[in-house]
């Protein structure tokens, strides 16, 4: 119903077809009627619902949706003004019930965005609605359009000017393939989806519409490997830094093949772990969990580490080199801090660069003093006075300048105002986390310690500005000396030592600044700081506010230890608390915590438990305190409860109450309350216990004794007690047989009874309820127990007749597995005669036999018996054994002879069967054969083997499971009970194969014709028999097959298979089936095609009067396919409806009768095939102008005229070539007065009488038409017209094809 189109394509139009537009009652439809007039009950097609505009958000579905009427019903397409609709992306979705026709953008993308049109089609008119689609961005791309938009620079005119004035021939840039490092993939495979922007950002990754795409084609692939060594895959943690200096990564999987062996790979080098978790690459396994651990990390250890099993990738992980399992948890350590950190290094850099300089002078002073005589030594000493006077100025000056600096700071510190304060506080605070965290990295190095002193001077110099800023106007002599000061930093050059010989007293600082502390409300808490010295004053601040010493909070110096203590932490001692000694500061943030809590006395009262009945409500309640919100749950036996129709629950911000309407006995058990705010969690536990009666005993019954004088049994005691101890037990009794039930009572509240009042070998059945002290529950029904039950032995097995005499048989036979818990007194012997139903005892009866054998002498010879032994113990005789096999009374047998006529009656090529005749009995020599062995040996081994491990009696045997086509030695071994015969063997050796046949094909029906769509699938399945297994070739025209043709063979089928068929491949396919018996061949004639190509031009000309001539070009495929054949169609201006006129016509010419003069014809010729029609080919129009004129009449002088004519043939007969079963049409024109009559004639024979033909004359026009030609339609078609002026005749062939 739906067609896919482009928005460009033009709607056919048919000629002659106009153009009305119309208007829809809903607004923004626009109809065009094809026709003038709509025939009564048909209706052009129009929207009763159009598709409206939409707004849609990014990876969303948008659905247009809309409800056309129209008869006939109309076809429906979509399009859009750019781009293509395909059916990957859209989805066209049609409801025949509602009428609802839509069109679905599943993931809708930007790229989606357009305007779309409707057109709704059928042959009366169409129907056109157009919607837009608008989609929004979201997500990274919508932020990364808007940060460009802000960021972006702003061209000025100048700009614009200069860059109108350049022109630049700018040559497309040749398309780099992106290359990206396999890791970045193998770390997004394993990773977490909010990862995966951090991972990409490290690679240079942007387009992440593209990754996304990739990876999902890739995690793909990864799957399907994976599937084949694990099952399941979860839990993926990629690698931690642990506190112990080790990292640990895990994974839970379920292999497929618990003996896969494990590998670890760091940056693709495989790496030894071991299941010791001490050793560097350590494993554990718990269950289907694998933790993979790296203790003692170094920076060699940083990598890409991957996990493989069976060579197959299933997890990879990243390990920085900058994760230093020190610093876990902590912030990263700043070069210098605010809080003083920096002073103690600074004085060790000093000192470290103060020793190197002094080293590197004393080893230029000593060989000054080696290469100088004495002159130089006084040079030298005059050098070293020069050097110590100039050392001693720098000491001065450098201390003064140190002075005035910290003079300044001072003094800019007192008239900071507000903001100063703040930003003061800000940097303090990330200097202070630093300092806290950890300490200056010092290596004693030049280079790094001039970056530290630099970097100091730098934030000091950066620290004053900003104080002389926000102070205002500073004073003159201030100014003078900082810009003095600016000034000569700027000139300095770096020409000496960095740091001056003297070390220079850093102050005060903080060696432990203050911490974020969190303390629970009421309870005891305090915050401590340390500084370098015992001797110094400090103020502690409350957001911004000097405090002091109150009730609850006290200050307290302890050495160089600063402490400020809360004894009872109050909701209003939040906040953020600052301490400031010498110019230097700390701070940190007091987090007061109020967890919910419960009172001592209300938590004792809430966990008593709280007994009721069956049927009645209880009530819980407890109070707490605690900062608000606060979450209240209530649970029963670990499930949560919530308010239903039972269950009533209040909370509010001091208590809580649980109401349990009607409880039963389900309900009873834990109750628990669990309360919850941001700060913590309590709970409380109580009991429910209702009272109810007991539920039933539990069986099955344990039987202790089952005498003759009593029974003894007990049971399990109720599952559930009904919330109070047993009382008691009531039993009755009933004795099998009888309807009565005798009350025994109650017997205490131990769960088992012993009943003396039995008679022996009488069944008995127990009633059994329990009894507490809220009722009675349901009774419990014993099975049935015998009082006095006899334990019998078993059989005896393993009964065989040991040998056999005329006089006497020996039978042996082993014990009973069961004895019957009683030692075996003895057994005894019974014997059968063949065809009677008595067994008669052999033994006395008051005399047992103790062995396990016995030698049967009561026997008559000639006569066949068999035997049965009986075991007994003190309870008596016990079940006999299965009886023996029976056995004839006589002296030992020969062997038998020799079997004859030994043959193969059929074989396989898994099996081999064989039949023998009986070998002959000869007295004294050789006896009877009771049974036979088939032994068989391989050619290539020596040994036999039997094939039946037990005798046959049958003369035939099949042998199983043979290897096809080997050769095998048989032979066959008769026996009796005088033992085995001589074996007969097989002349020849046989071969494990069917006998032989010649290939034949088992089809019932077979093909010899397939036509087929070129681009469609091709096969052709023949099944046969043949023996050995024939040599199978396929030929195409005489040729081998080519190489995309597939062929299947087995042993009784072959299939050829042409998976996307082209004109080309058609041809005769013959099947060649070969064996040494014959051969046998099957053809098939396969025509691939396509639906024909429409014909060429169409002429019109008139022949004869009253009829037109249609003439057209031939198909481009009339010569590629001889199956090829036209139809034609007549349309008028009057019916204005399409009729077939003719088909099946192999000619390109075709004359239609019955034209009318003064009516307008058109004409389409169709080309049809195997597959279909082709589009039409139409003709112009077709008119017989009707001439009117006017009447007059003329009455001339009247002459005899005569306007008879002997019959004549204006259009002959053709010769046709018709294909079998299809339509053949012949036709020709006979003129003669009077009207001529006709006869049809075919091999002389008249048809005018026969009905399978159609024949027809008008206006001169003789037709024959064959509906569905046969071979018997072949020969010599003569027509004959006759008046009475003459006889003319026309004959012509017609050649029926296969």
């Not at 034949?1000 to 050995?1028: C, I, Q």
């Not at 068929?1061 to 099947?1071: A, F, N």
């Not at 002429?1099 to 034609?1128: C, F, Q």
């Amino acid at each position: 119903m739906f067609k896919i189109r482009r928005i460009k394509d033009v709607e056919p139009t048919a000629p002659g077809q106009i153009n009305i537009k119309k208007r829809s009652r809903v607004p923004g439809v626009m109809i065009t009627q094809f026709v003038e007039e709509v025939p009564e009950g048909m209706s052009t097609p129009d929207f009763t619902r159009k598709p409206i505009a939409l707004t849609i958000q990014e990876g969303k579905l948008a659905i247009f949706k809309a409800v056309i009427v129209g008869k006939p019903e109309p076809t429906v397409t979509w399009t859009r003004n750019n781009g293509e609709l395909n059916e990957e992306n859209y989805k066209m979705v049609h409801d025949t019930s509602s009428g609802e026709y839509q069109l679905q953008i599943p993931d809708v993308s930007v790229d989606h965005a357009d305007t779309y049109k409707c057109f709704a089609t059928n042959e009366y008119g169409k129907a056109i609605v157009t919607a837009a689609l608008n989609v929004i961005e979201i997500g990274y791309k919508k932020s990364r359009a808007l940060q460009q938009s802000r960021t972006a620079i702003r061209e000025t005119p100048e700009h614009l000017r200069k860059a109108l004035k350049t022109t630049v021939d700018n040559e497309p840039k040749p398309e780099t393939k992106r290359v990206i490092d396999d890791r970045f993939w193998e770390l997004l495979m394993s990773a977490d989806k909010k990862n995966y922007e951090n991972i990409c950002g490290e690679y240079g990754i942007t387009d992440f519409r593209w990754m996304l795409k990739k990876l999902s084609e890739k995690k793909l692939e990864r799957e399907h490997e994976q599937e084949k060594v694990v099952e399941r895959l979860c839990n993926l943690k990629p690698i931690e830094m642990k506190g112990n200096g080790g990292a640990e990564f895990e994974l839970e999987m379920s292999l497929r093949d618990p003996t896969s062996r494990i590998f670890l790979y760091k940056d693709g080098v495989m790496v030894p772990f071991d299941v010791d978790t001490e050793v560097k690459h350590g494993l554990r396994q718990v269950g289907k969990k694998f933790v993979f651990s790296i203790n003692g990390i170094s920076p060699e250890d940083a990598g890409l580490y991957q996990v493989e099993v069976g060579g197959v990738k299933i997890f990879s992980t990243d390990l920085k080199a900058d994760n230093d399992p020190n610093s876990h948890g902590k912030k990263k350590a700043r070069k210098t801090t605010r809080a003083g950190g920096g002073g103690g290094d600074l004085l060790k850099i000093a000192e470290e660069q103060q020793a190197k300089i002094e080293k590197e002078r004393d080893v230029l002073l000593a060989k000054a003093k080696s290469d100088a005589e004495a002159e130089a030594e006084a040079e030298a000493k005059a050098k070293a006075k020069a050097e110590a006077e100039a050392k001693a100025k720098a000491e001065t000056e450098a201390k003064a300048k140190v002075e005035a600096k910290v003079e300044a700071k001072a003094k800019a510190k007192t008239k900071a105002n507000v903001k100063k304060v703040e930003k003061a506080k800000t940097k303090d605070k990330n200097e202070n986390a630093g300092k806290k965290d950890t300490t200056t990295d010092t290596t004693g190095e030049d280079e790094q310690g001039e970056e530290e002193v630099k970097g100091e001077d730098e934030e000091d110099e950066e620290y004053e500005e900003e104080e002389e800023k926000e102070d205002g106007e500073p004073t003159p002599v201030a100014d003078a000396e900082e810009e003095k000061m600016v000034q000569e930093k700027k000139k300095r050059v770096r020409a000496g030592p960095l740091v001056s010989d003297t070390v220079i007293d850093p102050g005060v600082y903080f060696t432990s600044g203050l911490s974020d502390i969190s303390a629970i409300i009421g309870t005891e808490s305090e915050l401590v700081c340390r500084l370098s010295s015992e001797d110094c004053e400090g103020t502690w601040y409350k957001d911004g506010n000097e405090i002091t010493t109150t009730e609850e909070m006290c200050i307290v110096n302890d050495g160089t230890y600063r402490k400020l203590v809360f004894k009872n932490c109050k909701e209003e001692d939040a906040g953020k608390y600052r301490y400031e000694a010498d110019g230097r500061k700390t701070e940190a943030l007091l987090v007061v915590e109020d967890p919910p809590k419960i009172n001592k006395d209300d938590l004792a009262e809430f966990i008593k438990p709280v007994v009721i009945k069956t049927g009645k409500d209880a009530a819980f309640k407890l109070t707490f305190v605690g900062r608000e919100p606060m979450k209240i749950q209530w649970y029963n036996e670990g499930e949560e409860l919530l308010e239903d129709t039972h269950t009533r629950i209040e909370k509010s911000g001091s208590y809580s109450r649980l109401l349990l309407l009607k409880c039963n006995h389900k309900t009873r058990g834990e109750i628990k309350i669990k309360i919850k705010n941001e700060f913590g969690a309590t709970e409380a536990i109580t009991q429910l216990i209702v009272l109810d009666k007991p539920t039933p005993p539990l069986g099955p019954i344990d039987i202790i004794e089952s005498s003759a004088s009593c029974i003894d049994f007990k049971w399990r005691p109720p599952k559930d007690n009904g919330g109070s101890s047993i009382t008691d037990y009531i039993l009755e009794r009933q004795q099998i047989g009888r309807n009565s039930w005798k009350k025994l009572g109650k017997i205490g509240p131990e769960a088992k009874y012993r009943d003396t009042d039995v008679d022996h070998g009488r069944k008995y059945c127990y009633h059994i309820r329990a009894e507490n002290d809220q009722g009675v529950s349901e009774m419990m029904e014993t099975d049935d127990i015998q009082a006095g039950t006899k334990a019998f032995a078993g059989p005896p097995t393993g009964l065989k007749v040991v040998s056999v005499f005329k006089d006497c048989i020996n039978l042996a036979w082993s014990a009973p597995s069961n004895t019957g818990g009683t030692n075996i007194l003895g057994y005894n012997v019974e014997k059968r005669k063949n065809g009677s139903n008595l067994w008669g005892l052999v033994n006395p009866p008051d005399e047992p036999i103790r062995e396990k054998k016995y030698a049967v002498k009561d026997v008559v010879e000639g006569i066949e018996y068999e035997f049965r032994v009986s075991a007994i113990n003190i309870s008596g005789v016990g079940e006999p054994s299965a009886p023996s096999e029976f056995v004839v009374a006589r002296d030992p047998k020969k062997p038998p002879g020799k079997v004859t006529d030994l043959k193969v009656t059929d074989s396989t090529y898994t099996t081999l069967s064989l039949t023998w005749t009986k070998p002959k009995e000869e007295e004294g020599v050789q006896d009877e054969a009771k049974g036979y062995f088939v032994e068989l040996r391989p050619a290539e081994n020596p040994e036999w083997g039997r094939c039946n491990s037990s005798a046959i009696i049958m003369n035939s045997f099949t042998i199983m499971g043979l290897k096809s086509m080997a050769m095998y030695w048989v032979r066959v071994v008769a026996t009796n009970e005088g033992g085995d015969g001589e074996p007969q063997e097989l002349d020849n050796y046989v071969i494990a194969m069917p006998p032989p046949v010649r290939p034949h094909f088992t089809d019932k029906k077979m093909k010899n014709f397939l036509v087929t769509r070129a681009g469609n699938s091709a096969r052709l399945n023949y099944n046969f028999e043949a023996s050995p297994i024939p040599t199978i070739t396929w030929l195409k025209d005489g040729l081998p097959v080519p190489k995309h043709v597939t062929v299947n063979n087995s042993d009784t089928s072959s299939q050829l298979m042409i998976t996307s068929s082209e004109r080309q491949d058609t041809g005769i396919y013959t099947l060649i089936l070969k064996n040494i018996v014959g051969q046998e061949t099957s053809s098939v004639e396969i025509r691939v095609t396509d639906d024909p190509k429409p014909p060429g031009p169409v002429e019109l000309e008139e022949n004869v009067s009253g009829t037109v001539t249609i003439a057209w070009t031939a198909s481009p495929d009339e010569k590629k396919d001889d199956r090829l054949h036209y139809m034609i169609s007549k349309r008028d201006s009057v019916k204005r409806t399409w009729q077939t006129v003719a088909d099946h016509l192999f000619n390109n010419k075709f004359t239609a009768i019955n034209i009318m003069p003064g009516r307008q014809y058109k004409f389409r010729v169709y080309a049809k095939n195997d597959m279909g029609t082709s589009q039409p080919s139409e003709s112009p129009t077709w008119e017989v102008k009707r001439e009117k004129e006017s009447f007059s009449l003329n009455l001339p002088a009247s002459k005899d005229c005569s306007f008879e004519a002997p019959p004549a043939f204006s259009v002959p007969l053709k010769m046709h070539n018709a294909p079998e079963s299809y339509e053949c049409y012949m036709s020709c024109a006979v003129t003669g007065n009077p009207k001529p009559y006709i006869t049809w004639y075919r091999n002389n024979i008249n048809l005018n009488t026969n009905s399978s033909y159609y024949i027809t004359n008008t206006c001169g026009v003789c037709s024959m038409a064959i509906l569905k030609v046969g071979p018997k339609d072949s020969g010599e078609y003569t027509v004959v017209a006759e008046n009475a002026l003459g006889r003319v005749e026309c004959s012509t062939k017609l050649v029926v094809k296969d």
